[in-house]
């Protein structure tokens, strides 16, 4: 079994509907191993819709907010953010050092890390849901071959992410 992850408040934004089509597309023999949890505030009516629409109902699940982001950041198999617009988005770098591969946007603020780190896959823009489609499903049949989850771990651990407040401030310092 596959568990898929989209952790942020905003599920039309962080792209849920996308995510749910882009489920729906894979063969049936993958598709009925997929599971897919939404983690994060936001009303989930119109998604658990569009889930039943789809026959995804059973498998997927909108979990609310929740204090135990790094444990379903470790047990997932994929984060899935394929979002319309996103300023930043830090639980995808908070995903890449975790080890967990990302499929995600390039309107994502922090996709550029995505990409640097070799953790996963950038769609371009435009977006195009077939796009998401075949990439989802080439990731997922490909997990235990690529170096997504190493290559992310051994970025976490080589750039100074978590100092990254203390660098913006000694070089605002330097300029002044």
Wanted: proline content about 6%.
């Amino acid at each position: 079994a596959y568990l898929i992850v989209t952790i942020g408040s905003g599920f039309r934004t962080k792209g849920v509907d996308r995510a749910l089509l882009a489920i729906a597309s894979l063969p049936t023999a993958i598709r009925k191993n997929v599971y897919y949890f939404v983690i994060g505030q936001d009303k989930a009516v119109r998604f658990k819709r569009q889930a039943k629409q789809l026959h995804l109902y059973k498998q997927v699940r909108f979990l609310g907010g929740s204090s135990d982001i790094p444990n379903f950041l470790f047990a997932a198999d994929l984060m899935l953010h394929p979002a319309y617009k996103e300023s930043a988005g830090i639980v995808l770098l908070e995903a890449v050092v975790s080890g967990l591969p990302v499929l995600t946007t390039a309107t994502c603020g922090y996709a550029p890390y995505i990409e640097s780190a070799h953790a996963g896959i950038v769609l371009p823009e435009p977006f195009l849901q077939s796009n998401l489609n075949t990439t989802l499903l080439s990731m997922l049949t490909n997990l235990s071959v690529q170096p997504w989850s190493e290559q992310g771990i051994r970025f976490g651990l080589e750039h100074p992410l978590n100092r990254m407040p203390d660098i913006a401030c000694e070089r605002i310092m330097q300029f002044i």
